[in-house]
């Protein structure tokens, strides 16, 4: 038997998480001096009620040994295989964590750790995969082959609604977040050999924006694996998110369109307004 888990940056609903039966190991959030961890105990209406209080960007973290080592000791005494998924060692210490975690039980060669190369649903596409394929009973070996070779084929961008949060966070210049906030721009990001990089800017109001975004991706979306996309987003308006939704449900090309939420972590860094599409490249 094989068990998947992904730390909490890979913006799985509950539902899907169930559906699949993976587990999460939190990432934390610090506000000033006050603890969270992802996705328990704090939402990301909070996070961004506090940002703006405070003009600053919460500082997020990956989980402790002790709270991986006290997540995957049940499974590793009752056999059980695990294959654990993480955000990009690029963007934290969780897959280092997740890899230690497994020498202090002495069960690295029951525990595989999947650096992901990637964020959000771009982690959680790979998660799914993992899951069916345990679930029809394929081998945790294999599994991990399979997920190495889809790694580079995950495609994950998104489009900022304000440059503000990624300013606070260091990852955009101050003179960059003033003339994107004067001239209405939005950066699209991509992730990119695990790191987060600028790519096209767009330029308006932005439900006009993020389906243009969606539009100019059509031909690489005819490209994708059709098993599902995913349209993940930061607290977008419910109107703009039927818009895309609506869109790729037109291309009458994937099995699957789903919407999830972003946690707080990702949440954290790119702020509200923020909407990706992503999939599986053949």
Known sequence: ???????????????????????????????GDEEYNDGVDLTPEEIYKWADAHKTTPKTSAPSIEEAVGLFEPY??????????????????????????????????RITVVDSRNLSTGIGLL??????????GTDAKTIAKNMEELKPKVRASFVVDT???????GRCSGLAALAGSALKLHPRIEVTDGAMKPGNKYRGSIDRVILHYAKDMESQLHQAMPDRVFITHSGCDAGIVK?????????????????????????????????GVLFISK
């Not at 998660?127 to 029809?136: D, F, L, T």
């Not at 440059?163 to 966070?169: A, E, K």
């Open 163 to 169: 440059l503000t949060y990624l300013y606070r966070g």
């Open 76 to 109: 590793v005494k009752a056999g059980v295989e695990l294959i654990c998924f993480s955000i990009s060692s690029e963007m934290s210490a969780s897959a280092n964590v997740m890899r230690l975690a497994a020498q202090e039980l002495n069960a690295e060669d």
């Open 127 to 136: 998660a799914v995969q993992a899951a069916i394929q345990a679930q029809k």
């Open 243 to 275: 818009q895309v939704y609506d869109y790729l449900d037109g291309l009458h090309y994937f099995d699957e369109i789903l919407e999830t939420r972003a946690g707080g972590v990702i949440s954290s860094h790119c702020g509200p307004g923020t909407l």
């Open 1 to 31: 038997m094989t068990k998947i888990i992904c730390d909490s940056t890979c913006d799985l609903s509950k539902d899907l998480l169930k559906k699949y039966e993976i587990s999460i190991l939190p990432l934390h959030i610090l506000l």
